[in-house]
């Protein structure tokens, strides 16, 4: 069985409905393993926390990250994936980092952004749209 990549709008709908299906599916996943996650994604659910809810929120969900997920380092090897992937594919620069995260683990990329949900793509994906954990 693959292991799971989270991209931030995994992460962002666990935190902001705590009973949807997607959130249910990333909680169990959390629940299992120790699903992988790109340091620019954690990024940006750092900036998307803190507008909402303050520095001291933004920095408590990171911690709590860092206890849930294995983070992945954005080297130079996963910048250059994640701009082969953005140059191949119309998707944000964060997602193309996701799915670089995704390919370098092996693991599936759970995610509920259009933009990854790519037929055909070289990453794995599971739409979280479509959940019924």
């Known amino acids: 069985m693959a292991g799971k990549c989270l991209d931030s709008w995994a992460v962002v709908e666990l935190l902001n409905a705590e009973?949807?299906?997607?959130?249910?599916?990333?909680a169990a996943t959390l629940?299992?393993?120790?699903p992988v996650m790109s340091w620019l994604n954690a990024g940006e659910v750092?900036?998307?926390?803190?507008?909402?809810?303050?520095?001291r929120a933004a920095h408590d969900t990171l911690r709590d990250l860092r206890h849930a997920v294995e983070f992945d380092d954005v080297t130079p090897e996963r910048v250059v994936a994640a701009a082969r992937i953005k140059s191949d594919y119309p998707i944000a620069f964060a997602d193309a980092f996701a799915?670089?995260?995704?390919?370098?683990?092996?693991?599936?990329?759970?995610t509920g952004d259009p933009e990854l949900l790519?037929?055909?793509?070289?990453?794995?994906?599971?739409?979280?749209r479509e959940a019924v954990d």
């Open 31 to 34: 629940d299992r393993e120790r």
């Open 46 to 55: 750092f900036y998307i926390v803190r507008r909402r809810n303050g520095d």
């Open 118 to 128: 790519v037929d055909g793509a070289p990453w794995q994906w599971e739409d979280l």
């Open 19 to 26: 009973n949807t299906p997607p959130a249910l599916r990333v």
């Open 99 to 110: 799915a670089a995260t995704a390919i370098a683990h092996d693991a599936v990329l759970l």
